[in-house]
C-alpha cells in the first residue's frame, strides 16, 4: 500500500472514529478553538494597528528631516530640562536654510496651535491649525482634492485663505464643495481655496484630515505671534538623506555660532526614531500575545493527548487486527497522527467562524484586519498543535505488539 493510499485510508478511519464520538470530539476541541481565538484576534490587531501606523508614518516621510527644539524620543526628565534650554526655532532660521542649503528639495517652516473652525451651522470646537509656506505640499507629502494649495505669493504677503482637511471640509460643508467659500477660524475670515485628499490611518483622531492650512504671515497675526517653529526639510531623494543631514546640521550650527566640540541646542528628527519605537513596543506586545496564545494552546494540546490515549486504549483490540493482517508502523502512526490533526483543524475552523464576527467589532474600537494570510496561520497552527499533541498516542499505538494488543478485552 503506497503512502497516499494509506493516508485516504487514515483520513476514513478518523472521520468515523470523530463521528462516532461526537460529544467527546467537540469538548475536545474546546481547548484549540479558545488557543486558536486568541491567535487569530491577535494577528488581527497586530496586523490592522501596523497597518495604520505604516499608513499614519508614511505621511511624515521618510526622505524629510524635522528640526525642532526638543528631540522626539525623549527618554528621560534630565534630557527634557536640557531641551528647554534651546533656543527656539525661528522663522528667521527657516529662510537663511532656503538660502544656504544646496541637498534640499523643499524647505518648509510650520507653527501650529488649535483654534475654533465655523462656516454657517456648521463647525468644531477646536480644529489643528497649521502655519507654513507653499513648500509644505511637498515636505507634508499632501495631495489636493479639490482646488489647489497656497501659492508663494499669497504665503509671503501673508492672505486670508486656507487649505482643509477632507475631514473638516465634509463637517463643515456636508455634500456640497467647501473651495470658494468663507469658513471662520479664530473669529478671523479664511477663503478656502482647496480640500486635501483623505489620508486616513492615525490621522483620524486629529491630523492632516482634520485640519486647516493658512499662509505662515497669516498665522502670526490671527492665531499665535510668537510661535516655536518647526522647520521640515525635504531631500532630493532617499538616498541622500545622510548627506542633506549632515549639511543641515552643519549650516545650523554656523548660524547659532555654535563652537566646535559643543554639542547642538537644536534637534534634527526624522521618521526612524517612530518606526524604531514602534517595532520595539509591538515586538513587546507579540511576545506578550505569544505566551498568553502559547499557554492556551498547550492547555488545548495536552486535552488532545489525553483524548488520543483513551482513543488508543478503547482501541486496542482494532489495533491488533490491523497489525496482524498486515498493517505497518507507520500505517497506524499516520492513522491516529491525522485523527489528531483533523480533531484540531475543525477546532481551528470553529474557531474562525467565531472570531470573524469578533474582528468585525473589534473594528469598532481598534483597526483590525483579518487576512487571509491570517486564516492560514491559525489553521496551520491548529493542524500543528493536533500533530504534536497526537504523536505520542500514535507512537504508542504503533509501537504495540499484535499478540499483546489481540489478548486485550
Same mark, same amino acid.
Given at each position: 500500500m503506497n503512502f497516499f493510499a494509506e493516508l485516504r485510508e487514515g483520513l476514513l478511519i478518523s472521520w468515523s472514529a470523530?463521528? *462516532?464520538?461526537?460529544?467527546? =470530539?467537540?469538548l475536545t476541541t474546546l481547548g484549540i478553538v479558545i488557543g486558536v481565538v486568541t491567535v487569530t484576534l491577535m494577528g488581527t490587531a497586530i496586523a490592522g494597528l501596523n497597518a495604520s501606523f505604516m499608513n499614519s508614518i508614511s505621511s511624515i516621510g521618510a526622505d524629510v528631516l524635522y528640526v525642532s527644539r526638543f528631540n522626539w524620543l525623549i527618554q528621560s526628565r534630565q534630557e527634557w530640562l536640557n531641551a528647554l534650554k534651546n533656543p527656539r526655532i525661528t522663522l528667521e532660521e527657516a529662510e537663511f536654510l532656503q538660502r544656504q542649503m544646496n541637498s534640499a528639495l523643499a524647505i518648509a517652516p510650520v507653527a501650529q496651535d488649535d483654534a475654533a473652525v465655523k462656516f454657517n451651522k456648521h463647525g468644531t470646537s477646536s480644529a489643528p491649525v497649521i502655519g507654513t509656506t507653499e513648500q509644505y505640499l511637498l515636505t507634508a507629502g499632501l495631495t489636493i482634492n479639490d482646488g489647489r494649495f497656497l =501659492?508663494? =505669493?499669497?504665503?509671503?504677503?501673508?492672505?486670508?485663505?486656507?487649505?482643509?482637511g477632507a475631514d473638516l471640509a465634509t463637517n463643515l460643508c456636508p455634500g456640497e464643495t467647501l473651495v470658494g467659500q468663507t469658513i471662520y477660524a479664530n473669529n478671523h475670515n479664511f477663503t478656502v481655496v482647496g480640500v486635501l485628499e483623505k489620508q486616513g490611518g492615525f490621522a483620524e483622531s486629529g491630523g492632516a484630515d482634520n485640519e486647516i492650512i493658512v499662509p505662515i504671515q497669516q498665522f502670526t497675526r490671527s492665531f499665535w505671534s510668537n510661535p516655536d517653529y518647526t522647520i521640515q526639510v525635504k531631500s532630493q531623494n532617499l538616498d *541622500?538623506?545622510?548627506?542633506?543631514?549632515?549639511?543641515?546640521? *552643519?549650516?545650523l550650527r554656523r548660524h547659532r555660532h555654535i563652537a566646535p566640540g559643543d554639542p547642538d541646542n537644536f534637534a534634527i528628527n526624522q521618521q526612524d526614531q517612530f518606526l524604531e519605537l514602534f517595532h520595539k513596543v509591538a515586538g513587546t506586545i507579540e511576545g506578550i500575545g505569544l505566551f498568553i496564545t502559547g499557554l492556551s494552546l498547550f492547555v488545548g494540546g495536552i486535552g488532545i493527548m489525553n483524548i488520543m490515549f483513551v482513543s488508543v486504549a478503547e482501541r486496542t483490540r482494532e489495533i491488533g487486527v490491523r497489525k496482524a493482517i498486515g498493517a505497518k508502523k507507520r500505517t497506524i502512526l499516520l492513522q491516529f497522527l491525522i485523527e489528531a490533526a483533523c480533531i484540531c483543524l475543525i477546532g481551528g475552523m470553529i474557531a474562525l467562524m467565531i472570531a470573524w464576527p469578533l474582528t468585525l467589532l473589534l473594528k469598532k474600537a481598534m483597526p483590525a484586519v483579518l487576512s487571509p494570510t491570517i486564516v492560514g496561520i491559525a489553521l496551520l497552527v491548529s493542524a500543528l498543535t493536533g500533530l504534536l499533541s497526537g504523536f505520542f498516542p500514535a507512537w504508542r499505538a504503533a509501537r504495540m505488539n499484535p499478540v499483546d494488543a489481540l489478548r486485550n478485552e
Amino acid at each position: 500500500m503506497n503512502f497516499f493510499a494509506e493516508l485516504r485510508e487514515g483520513l476514513l478511519i478518523s472521520w468515523s472514529a470523530i463521528r *462516532a464520538n461526537k460529544l467527546r =470530539s467537540v469538548l475536545t476541541t474546546l481547548g484549540i478553538v479558545i488557543g486558536v481565538v486568541t491567535v487569530t484576534l491577535m494577528g488581527t490587531a497586530i496586523a490592522g494597528l501596523n497597518a495604520s501606523f505604516m499608513n499614519s508614518i508614511s505621511s511624515i516621510g521618510a526622505d524629510v528631516l524635522y528640526v525642532s527644539r526638543f528631540n522626539w524620543l525623549i527618554q528621560s526628565r534630565q534630557e527634557w530640562l536640557n531641551a528647554l534650554k534651546n533656543p527656539r526655532i525661528t522663522l528667521e532660521e527657516a529662510e537663511f536654510l532656503q538660502r544656504q542649503m544646496n541637498s534640499a528639495l523643499a524647505i518648509a517652516p510650520v507653527a501650529q496651535d488649535d483654534a475654533a473652525v465655523k462656516f454657517n451651522k456648521h463647525g468644531t470646537s477646536s480644529a489643528p491649525v497649521i502655519g507654513t509656506t507653499e513648500q509644505y505640499l511637498l515636505t507634508a507629502g499632501l495631495t489636493i482634492n479639490d482646488g489647489r494649495f497656497l =501659492s508663494a =505669493s499669497e504665503c509671503e504677503g501673508g492672505r486670508p485663505v486656507c487649505v482643509v482637511g477632507a475631514d473638516l471640509a465634509t463637517n463643515l460643508c456636508p455634500g456640497e464643495t467647501l473651495v470658494g467659500q468663507t469658513i471662520y477660524a479664530n473669529n478671523h475670515n479664511f477663503t478656502v481655496v482647496g480640500v486635501l485628499e483623505k489620508q486616513g490611518g492615525f490621522a483620524e483622531s486629529g491630523g492632516a484630515d482634520n485640519e486647516i492650512i493658512v499662509p505662515i504671515q497669516q498665522f502670526t497675526r490671527s492665531f499665535w505671534s510668537n510661535p516655536d517653529y518647526t522647520i521640515q526639510v525635504k531631500s532630493q531623494n532617499l538616498d *541622500a538623506l545622510g548627506d542633506t543631514k549632515e549639511e543641515l546640521r *552643519a549650516v545650523l550650527r554656523r548660524h547659532r555660532h555654535i563652537a566646535p566640540g559643543d554639542p547642538d541646542n537644536f534637534a534634527i528628527n526624522q521618521q526612524d526614531q517612530f518606526l524604531e519605537l514602534f517595532h520595539k513596543v509591538a515586538g513587546t506586545i507579540e511576545g506578550i500575545g505569544l505566551f498568553i496564545t502559547g499557554l492556551s494552546l498547550f492547555v488545548g494540546g495536552i486535552g488532545i493527548m489525553n483524548i488520543m490515549f483513551v482513543s488508543v486504549a478503547e482501541r486496542t483490540r482494532e489495533i491488533g487486527v490491523r497489525k496482524a493482517i498486515g498493517a505497518k508502523k507507520r500505517t497506524i502512526l499516520l492513522q491516529f497522527l491525522i485523527e489528531a490533526a483533523c480533531i484540531c483543524l475543525i477546532g481551528g475552523m470553529i474557531a474562525l467562524m467565531i472570531a470573524w464576527p469578533l474582528t468585525l467589532l473589534l473594528k469598532k474600537a481598534m483597526p483590525a484586519v483579518l487576512s487571509p494570510t491570517i486564516v492560514g496561520i491559525a489553521l496551520l497552527v491548529s493542524a500543528l498543535t493536533g500533530l504534536l499533541s497526537g504523536f505520542f498516542p500514535a507512537w504508542r499505538a504503533a509501537r504495540m505488539n499484535p499478540v499483546d494488543a489481540l489478548r486485550n478485552e
